[in-house]
Nanobody
Framework: QVQRVYSGGGLVQPGGSLKLSCEII????????LAWYRQGPGEQRDLVAY???????YYVDSVKGRFTISRDNEMNTVYLQMNSLQPEDTAIYYC???????????WGRGTQVTVSS
């Protein structure tokens, strides 16, 4: 099972920012397409953004212009910079491979992000 170490989640006020990190304990990190997903209360788990090994990125419409995905292949880490956060961004956030490009890993625990005043 692929181990992931999350950091950066927490509670933030509307309009605030957070940066999530996901260190992935694996070999060949740099070859994998990586993604962030989120699951809000009572909702299904959905894609937020992905970044391919080439650096190409994709964002769902609801986060375009607010979130930025990036990766550091030397640190085996994928990041999600989240700005202008809104209550509807409240969710558990997960990193995984990019669905459709690679087989998903087991989900694990993720990291909680709560946007509330």
């Amino acid at each position: 099972q692929v181990q992931r170490v999350y950091s950066g989640g927490g509670l933030v006020q509307p309009g605030g920012s957070l940066k999530l990190s996901c260190e992935i304990i694996m070999i060949n990190f740099r070859t994998y397409p990586l993604a962030w997903y989120r699951q809000g209360p009572g909702e299904q788990r959905d894609l937020v953004a992905y970044i391919l090994a080439t650096g190409v990125t994709y964002y769902v419409d609801s986060v375009k212009g607010r979130f930025t995905i990036s990766r550091d292949n030397e640190m085996n880490t994928v990041y999600l910079q989240m700005n202008s956060l809104q209550p509807e961004d409240t969710a558990i956030y997960y990193c995984n491979t990019a669905r459709g490009f690679s087989d998903l890993w087991p989900w694990g625990r993720g990291t909680q992000v709560t946007v509330s005043s």
